[in-house]
């Protein structure tokens, strides 16, 4: 049967980052290449959000947007129902996206000189906002076990220095995918009091979640509201993130009057346009179209693995959560250009290259699986070619 998903979309020449950029940074031309770096879908969202722009064009006026309140009970209805997290609108800030959140705790929680912790390799905007704002970075290294990363808190003790102010927790992970348990969320929960760090919880891909695993938000763990900062957005989950609409939500009300201050100060406030999509988004519909696209991404998830697999000294991390394959290239005994030379120039694939997520991510390539099927199998049809000298 035909899935929804399967439909390919010709992104080129609509803006799109991901489409219209890999020429100049990859060398990949997007009339025979695959996109499969930024962490967008090729999926068009649910009706449900169409529907609502198309109201907002029928109407056809666009001025300051008034009375947020069915955006904010569908968010708090969002939560409890799809996370079991009972939450108070008044705790929810609205960031021009989650980028922005994080510079955001930055600025609020830090000062220049200070060091921001990151468990590395992890999605490489973090590093980029926290140097950007004068900050060092703080990386302690994920170990591999059983081929999936944990983390290693009886070594990370050690590497601290007594400068660090803020940790920034990627739940699910990317690139790993990893799904943190319960338990290690209260180890993480542990070490943030004992460093006495505020945890900013980026938990954006927290609805794509893998068949037989289970997110748990970090507001769910005891001991952590006074320090906690949890980062959530629909731009990830239904395929909006041109919409630039995130929150922060801050549980404990004397750091929400510390974020509530800078944000006053910086004159911020949201798009109208991301505020209608979300809404909409947020809805029995909504879930509908996420339960579907969960399934969907899995099968993509089983094909990819698959074919990379039968590529000898290729492995690919085990995906939990998120629509990124992490695949690790480091036992082919190839340099980084000769591998951007097959994968980029021969298969004509542009990925993403795994040194800028940090330490231990050097022998590593994110490939973006959230595209329809076809592309899925012609992908480790292209990369089977490239590294056929292998097989």
């Not at 879908?41 to 309140?69: E, K, N």
């Not at 954006?204 to 507001?219: C, E, Q």
């Not at 290239?329 to 250009?337: H, P, R, V």
Request: hydrophobic share 40%.
């Amino acid at each position: 049967m035909t899935s929804r998903f399967d439909e390919v979309i010709d992104r080129k020449g609509t803006h799109s980052a991901k489409w219209d950029k890999m020429e100049s940074l990859y060398g990949v031309s997007p009339d025979d290449g695959l996109a499969m770096w930024v962490a967008d879908m090729d999926f068009r969202p649910p009706d449900c959000v169409q529907a609502a722009l198309r109201g907002m064009l029928d109407h056809g006026l666009y001025g300051y947007f008034g009375d947020d309140s069915a955006y904010l009970n569908a968010i708090q209805w969002w939560m409890s129902h799809r996370h079991g997290w009972e939450l108070s609108p008044d705790w929810i800030f609205t960031t021009h996206g989650l980028v922005n959140g994080t510079g955001l705790c930055v600025e609020t929680w830090t000062q220049p000189g200070d060091a921001v912790v990151l468990f590395t390799p992890v999605y490489h905007a973090f590093h980029r906002i926290i140097k950007a704002a004068g900050r060092e970075v703080r990386e302690l290294p994920l170990a591999q076990v059983d081929g999936r990363y944990e983390m290693d808190f009886s070594a990370y003790d050690a590497l601290m220095t007594g400068s660090e102010k803020l940790l920034v927790l990627c739940s699910p992970h990317n690139p790993g995918g990893r799904v943190w348990t319960r338990a290690e969320l209260e180890q993480v929960a542990e070490f943030a009091r004992k460093h006495d760090l505020v945890l900013v919880s980026d938990e954006i891909h927290h609805d794509l979640i893998m068949p037989g695993h289970s997110h748990t938000p970090m507001a769910l763990i005891d001991g952590i509201k006074d320090r906690l900062v949890m980062m959530t957005a629909t731009t990830k989950t239904f395929n909006i993130a041109g919409s630039h609409t995130g929150n922060v939500i801050i549980p404990d009300e004397k750091l929400r009057a510390q974020f509530a201050a800078k944000m006053a100060g910086l004159g911020l406030s949201p798009n109208s346009f991301g505020l209608i999509m979300a809404t909409a988004a947020y809805s029995p519909e909504g879930a509908e179209w996420v339960d579907a696209l969960n399934l969907y991404l899995d099968s993509n998830r089983k094909l990819f693995d698959a074919a990379v697999s039968a590529i000898p000294g290729l492995t690919t991390m085990p995906l939990e959560a998120t629509y990124l394959s992490w695949v690790d290239f480091g036992a082919l005994g190839m340099d980084d250009a000769e591998i951007a030379r097959r994968v980029q120039q021969e298969a004509r694939i542009a990925p993403n290259h795994g040194a800028p997520f940090g330490k231990g991510g050097e022998t590593w390539l994110r490939f973006n699986i959230a595209t329809p099927r076809a592309r899925v199998i012609e992908a480790g049809e292209r990369l089977q070619a490239a590294f056929a000298d292998l097989q």
